[in-house]
């Protein structure tokens, strides 16, 4: 089945525990994404991938580190957590940007 | 500065009724238009995209409608159901080098029974 899978899917920890957020697709797609979904905000991009070692800033990526070093993977990395931080969190993945994006079920974090 | 602009921000439609979301955009350089649906506790989904070589593009009960020289692209929902209730989402972008898609701030929409 193709899918995107995120973990963890929910996630409570502390100001400044370094936490990953894990990204996974199996559709060999060269592109992949990382949004965040804040009420009345809509979903804000955070940072994207056009393909292996190709990474670039969103609209928010204060905060966040990414990496590709693999093609299915997109892990996102938060070194020192703050609660603006909190928020609902998916990856996508298509074959081109401009092409359907297929999310994942989305990772819902707290930081207290 | 946001460039796409959606409203209303939330709408209540009977069942059976028609159900219409509007979006406004900046970048004249935007030629790919999608929508996408999310149900409480999924990701978004794609649910109908346009590009501007037509004005209107219809799958099933779902219509886009788009006005270039307005810059505005709409969904409407015919024959609204419950299983329509979602937060719906458009979204706009380019179709070349390293475009990316821009979201609108989301329609959450409930059809009553």
């Known amino acids: 089945e193709a899918q995107v899978t995120q973990n963890p899917r929910y996630l409570i920890t502390v100001t400044g525990k370094k936490l990953t957020v894990t990204c996974s697709q199996n559709m060999n797609h060269e592109y992949m994404s990382w949004y965040r979904q804040d009420p009345g905000l809509g979903l804000r991009q955070i940072y994207y991938?056009?393909?292996?070692?190709?990474?670039d800033k969103g609209d928010v990526p204060e905060g966040y580190k990414v990496s590709r070093k693999e093609k299915r993977n997109f892990p996102l990395i938060l070194e020192s957590p703050s609660p603006n931080q909190t928020s609902l969190y998916f990856c996508?993945?298509?074959?081109?940007?401009?092409?359907?994006?297929?999310f994942g079920p989305g990772t819902r974090l707290t930081v207290l | 500065q946001q460039q796409v602009k959606q409203s209303p921000q939330s709408l209540i439609v009977q069942k059976g009724g028609i159900s219409i979301i509007n979006c406004a955009y900046e970048n004249t350089a935007f030629d790919y238009f999608p929508w996408y649906q999310q149900f409480p506790g999924k990701g978004p989904a794609l649910l109908i995209a346009?590009?501007?070589?037509?004005s209107e593009k219809k799958e099933g009960r779902f219509t886009i409608s788009f006005n270039k020289s307005a810059k505005q692209f709409s969904l409407h929902i015919m024959d609204s159901q419950p299983g329509d209730s979602a937060t719906y989402f458009c979204?706009?972008?380019?179709?070349?080098?390293?475009?990316?898609?821009?979201f609108g701030k989301g329609t959450m929409l409930l059809v009553s029974p």
């Open positions: 996508a993945s298509s074959r081109l940007p401009y092409n359907e994006q297929f």
């Open positions: 991938s056009m393909n292996v070692e190709v990474t």
């Open positions: 979204a706009a972008s380019t179709s070349g080098g390293y475009s990316t898609l821009t």
């Open positions: 346009i590009r501007p070589d037509v």
